[in-house]
């Protein structure tokens, strides 16, 4: 799954994801957002954008796969609090939240995965305090994503790390990676059958470490065929 790949569909390489053995599958939005999911077969596209949620912005993609719903997330930064960017990103986790819950009612087997722009707690940031009156640590923003575990879903890499970071994002600030100034925001919510198939689940620093990387690295999972 990719996020914030900021292209129109027309302008997404298809030849050269094609001509490595995928399947694209896109949302696109000019110079912002836009979200993709890769597939070595062919999938069919289930949603474009939440169902239930009227939204200008390329934030999520659905599709089937074999047996499998799979989406790719873009949840909205939400920055500054007290603002209208900050409102969008709770109705927009409200309305995830929602099609989460109708989702795991009609099937069993589904993954969410990307970018949800959210410090789950103080274990998932490399210090908790410059963050506090940020977007993506505030209480009503934790209390959204920790709800999809009352659902029924399961965050794959905390599940299998209790006490491990796992960051997935270091800023581009002067000595931020190599210091492990990170913070875990990137992340794969399970079903429980998915999550019974679930063989690993690890962020891959190599890509970050790279010259000019992207602030995000990627996230990882493996599953039992």
């Given at each position: 799954?990719l996020?914030?790949?900021?292209t129109?569909?027309?302008?997404f390489?298809?030849f050269?994801?094609?001509?490595?053995?995928?399947?694209?599958?896109v949302?696109g939005?000019?110079?912002?957002?836009?979200?993709?999911?890769?597939?070595k077969e062919?999938?069919?596209?289930?949603?474009?954008?939440?169902?239930?949620?009227?939204?200008?912005?390329?934030?999520?993609?659905e599709?089937?796969?074999?047996?499998?719903?799979?989406a790719?997330?873009?949840?909205?930064?939400g920055?500054p609090?007290?603002?209208?960017?900050?409102?969008?990103?709770?109705?927009?986790?409200d309305?995830?939240?929602q099609?989460?819950?109708n989702?795991?009612?009609?099937?069993?087997n589904?993954i969410?995965?990307?970018?949800f722009?959210?410090?789950?707690?103080?274990?998932?940031?490399?210090?908790?305090?410059?963050?506090?009156?940020?977007?993506?640590?505030q209480k009503?923003?934790?209390?959204?994503?920790?709800?999809?575990?009352?659902?029924?879903?399961?965050?794959a890499?905390?599940?299998?790390?209790q006490t491990?970071n796992?960051?997935?994002?270091?800023d581009?600030?002067?000595f931020?990676?190599?210091?492990d100034?990170?913070?875990?925001i990137?992340?794969?919510y399970?079903?429980?059958?998915?999550?019974?198939k679930?063989?690993?689940?690890?962020?891959?620093?190599?890509?970050?470490?790279k010259?000019?990387?992207?602030d995000?690295?990627?996230?990882?999972?493996?599953f039992e065929?």
């Amino acid at each position: 799954m990719l996020q914030e790949i900021k292209t129109e569909y027309n302008a997404f390489p298809f030849f050269e994801i094609n001509t490595s053995g995928y399947q694209a599958y896109v949302l696109g939005q000019k110079g912002y957002n836009g979200v993709a999911v890769l597939t070595k077969e062919k999938a069919i596209i289930r949603n474009e954008n939440l169902p239930n949620f009227e939204d200008p912005q390329a934030r999520y993609l659905e599709i089937l796969y074999h047996d499998i719903i799979i989406a790719s997330v873009y949840m909205p930064n939400g920055n500054p609090v007290g603002t209208e960017k900050f409102e969008y990103k709770l109705k927009f986790m409200d309305a995830f939240y929602q099609h989460a819950q109708n989702l795991l009612a009609t099937h069993q087997n589904i993954i969410f995965g990307g970018d949800f722009n959210v410090i789950l707690s103080a274990q998932d940031v490399y210090d908790e305090e410059p963050f506090k009156n940020n977007a993506l640590c505030q209480k009503s923003v934790r209390n959204r994503l920790t709800a999809l575990n009352f659902l029924g879903f399961y965050d794959a890499y905390r599940t299998l790390y209790q006490t491990e970071n796992g960051y997935t994002y270091w800023d581009y600030g002067p000595f931020a990676f190599s210091n492990d100034y990170g913070m875990r925001i990137d992340y794969f919510y399970l079903s429980a059958s998915m999550l019974e198939k679930l063989k690993t689940c690890a962020p891959d620093k190599k890509l970050r470490a790279k010259e000019k990387p992207s602030d995000h690295t990627p996230l990882t999972a493996v599953f039992e065929d």
